[in-house]
Structures are given as C-alpha cells and as structure tokens.
C-alpha cells in the first residue's frame, strides 16, 4: 500500500509544479495568450461581419485566408529556425549572437515574401477555383472567385510590414520580452475592428467597400502594429540590447547560416507542407458543396479563438525548455517540460468544455442558411472533443523543436499531415459518400497516432541537447 501511495505521490510530484512554477509559465503564455486572444476574437467579430454581407463573399474571404495561413506559417517556418538559436543565445547571454540570427529572419521572410507575392499575383484564381470545384450553382462560384480576387489583390500590400512584425516579435519573445508584441497587437487588432465597421458597411460617410473594406482594414492595423513593434524597439535598446548597431551590417557569419539551414530548413519545410496540407485538407472537404467552405469558416474562427491556450503554451514550451537547454541545465529541462505538457493538456481539457457548450449557439451569429449553420455546429463539437489531443500534440511538437530536432519534428508534423491526414481525406472525400463530418472526424482520430509517436519521443529525451555551446 505504501508502495502504491509513494507511486502516486511520484507521479503527481513529475506532472504538477508548484506556485513558482506556474508564475513563470503564464508570465510567459498569458501575454501571448491575450495578444493572440484579442486578435482571434477581433478576427471573429471581422468575420462575422463579412458573414452579415452574404454567404459568397464570406467564402471567398475564407479561400483567400486559407491561402494566406501558408504564408503566415512559411514565415513562422523562416523566423522559428533562426528562433531555436535565438532562445539558446539568449541563455548565454550572447547579444550578439542574438543580432545575427535577427538578421538572418529578415532574410529569409524577405524572400519568402517576394515569392508569395509573385505566386499569388501569377496564380491567385486558379487556387482560389480549386476550392470551388463541389455542388453549388456556377453563378455563387463566380461571386465568390470575385470576391475572393478582391480581396486578395489588397492583403498582398499588407505582407511587408507584417514580415516584419514576425522578426521582432519573434525574436523579442525568444528572449522573454511578450508584453511590446502583445501590446502592439491590442492596438492593431482594435485598430482593424474599428476600421472593418466603417469600411465594410460605409459608417460615418465612408463609402460601403464590403470584402475591399475587410482588406483596407487589415493592411492599416498591420502598418500600425510594425511602427509600434520597430518604434518601441529601437527606442528602449538597455532592454533590447540586440537592437543596438543591429542595421550596422545585414551579413550574416557563414557558419551561422550554415548551421541555422541545417537545423531551420526542416522547419521551414514542416511549416509550408503542414499548411499546405491544411489547405488540402479544406479542399477535400469542399468537395462536399460550398456550404462545407462557410461552416469551416465559421467552426475555424472560433476553433482560434479557443486555440490560444494551446498555442500560448507551446510557445511557452519553446522559450522556457529552449532557455534551460541552452544553460545546460537538462534535467530542469525535461522536469520542466514534463509539468508543461500535463498543464497544456488539462487546461485545454477544460476550455474544450465551454466550447462544447457554444457549438449550438454560435452559427446563429452568421447570415448564412440551414445547412452551413448545423455543419458548423458539428465541425465546433468534433473540434472540442479533440482539442486535449492537439494540446498534447503541440506541446510535443514545441519540447522536439526545442531541442534543435528540426528533422524529427518535420517527420512527426508535415510528413505526417501529407501521409496520413490527406490520405484520408482525400480517399474519404472521393471515394465514397460519407457526409463531410464524418470525414473530418475520421482525419482527428489519425491524429492518434501521432499521439502514441510524439509520447514515446518526448518519453526518451532525444531533445535534451544544447546546440549553441
């Protein structure tokens, strides 16, 4: 019995921390969590407003989101390798370690920017009419291909400034400052709600620009938000040090590049290819009929919304694992990410719960008909039921990277989404008549076994290295 009881005693002592603990990880995931929640929930409010213009013009709003979340994790691909040096430099208190892999993410997104826009300016509506392909009349397909283009030709002017934001704000959370990045995103997510409601309907004298009005909106916040970000840096260099003769040179060491290539190409692949197959996976589904390309939309916003607990966390994960690491304190590291995954996952068990409860309700918000409203309502629930799933896939997938894993993390990831995921979307959504929900939930319950994959590499510590010494 004694024997039982000092088990149990053991494994609760490994999984749950103390107050200490817990104050250090939500000084670092609660900022996150409330520039990321704000913006969510503002993009939410966005959303629904472009959802009170018409089901097309929300679809088409939707495609071209879609398409742009490539973009968006290309760059977190870019910056995140450079971001594992980053963390670890940081831990030695090296600032000019710190300076030259800032220099290297403004590289790398620059480019990644310059091809994005170049694709999307050669190919924007033959991927837009590739999610256009299921049940529904040619003439709601032709608006919502209009409506997409529309709204695509004016967010491309809104990737520079928001590159920049990713290499500053990355880069200052990788050395433990979360507050500038979230504040500048309160101002800039208010910035854009207040100016989608003028905008989108033609408030105060405005001229009404609907979907053109959503991207106006969005490019100003963006524009906003870098000035605060780069501003605010440069200004206050003794807490930012790297910021500090960071545009004296734009060369970056040969070793360095060498070194962030081998552990950030991998990364950057992962990220690209784990969009893409989010991409491909919305395709698949909208084989179904535009009504599917709606209630995604509708079940995702508000999926974001409830995801930043996750995705906070994982962060978190990265900076205080990728710290200790680069210390060389390892076993702090494993027992501090050990207590890190089973907070993520209860806490995301918890959120799952009152997301259960808003699935009935929330489609009511959108103008939208019958049937995308009752997709939506079960998209949101299977997305609850699986929510602790993804925590503890994430969470994994951040203690991997960590580490400097970046190959193992691109097998566990994208290889995964590409080989498992849209296999089974693809072949359900095609070859045979399953409705839609049934599809998505079949494509959450392969997830497990990446579950059983990411335990046992977590389990064996084939992250514990420091790979800046």
């Known amino acids: 019995m004694e024997t039982t009881q000092t088990a149990k005693q053991s494994f609760i002592r490994k999984l749950v921390g103390d107050k ?113 392909q299921g049940e ?14 529309q709204y695509l030709w004016i967010m491309l002017l809104g990737l520079p400034p928001f590159m920049m934001v990713q290499v500053y704000s990355s880069t200052l959370r990788e050395c433990g400052q979360t507050i500038l990045p979230m504040k500048a995103g309160v101002v800039a997510v208010f910035v854009n709600l207040i100016l989608n409601y003028i905008l989108i309907y033609g408030k105060f004298g405005a001229p009404a620009l609907g979907v053109q009005g959503a991207a106006i909106a969005t490019i100003i916040s963006r524009y906003v938000e870098a000035a605060i970000v780069l501003i605010h840096t440069h200004r206050h260099k003794a807490e930012n040090p790297f910021a500090e003769g960071l545009y004296s040179t734009l060369k970056v060491p040969g070793f360095l590049v060498q070194k962030i290539l081998i552990k950030g190409t991998p990364l950057l692949l992962n990220e690209t290819l784990w969009a893409a197959g989010m991409a491909m996976l919305t395709q698949c589904y909208s084989m179904r009929g535009l009504n599917v390309i709606a209630a995604l939309n509708i079940s995702n916003t508000i999926n974001n919304v409830f995801n930043i607990v996750f995705i ?29 995954i089973a907070f993520s996952v209860f806490c995301c068990t918890c959120v799952a719960l009152v997301m259960l409860i808003l699935a009935r309700f929330f489609p009511l918000l959108y103008k939208t008909n019958d049937e995308a409203r009752t997709l939506a309502t079960y998209f949101i629930m299977v997305a609850a039921v699986f929510m602790p799933q993804n925590a503890f896939l994430h969470a994994s997938y951040f203690t991997l990277r960590s580490g400097g894993k970046t190959i193992i993390t691109f097998l566990f990831d994208s290889v995964f989404i590409w080989c498992v995921s849209v296999v089974i979307a693809f072949t359900l959504s095609r070859y045979t008549t399953l409705p839609v929900v049934a599809v998505f939930t079949f494509v959450q319950l392969g997830d497990l076994i990446k579950c059983v994959i990411g335990f046992v590499l977590v389990k064996k510590g084939v992250w514990l290295q420091n790979i800046v010494e």
């Open 136 to 149: 529904g009349t040619p003439e709601s397909a032709a608006a919502t291909l209009t409506y997409g283009r």
């Open 312 to 340: 906070a966390l994982g962060d978190s994960v990265a900076i205080i694992v990728g710290q200790l690491l680069g210390a060389g304190k390892m076993k702090e590291a494993r027992d501090t990410d050990n207590k890190m």
């Open 20 to 132: 200490a603990f817990y104050k250090m990880v939500l000084a670092i995931a609660v900022p996150i969590m409330i520039q990321n929640g704000i913006t969510n929930f503002v993009s939410l409010l966005d959303n629904i407003m472009i959802g009170q213009i018409g089901t097309e013009q929300m679809s088409g709003v939707a495609i071209v989101n879609q398409l742009l979340f490539v973009y968006n994790l290309c760059l977190f691909g870019g910056v995140s390798g450079a971001g594992i040096f980053t963390a670890q430099y940081f831990g030695q208190k090296n600032e000019e370690g710190i300076r030259q892999t800032v220099r290297f993410k403004i590289w790398m997104v620059a480019v990644i920017t310059l091809l994005t826009v170049i694709l999307l300016l050669a190919a924007g509506d033959s991927l837009i009419t590739t999610y256009l």
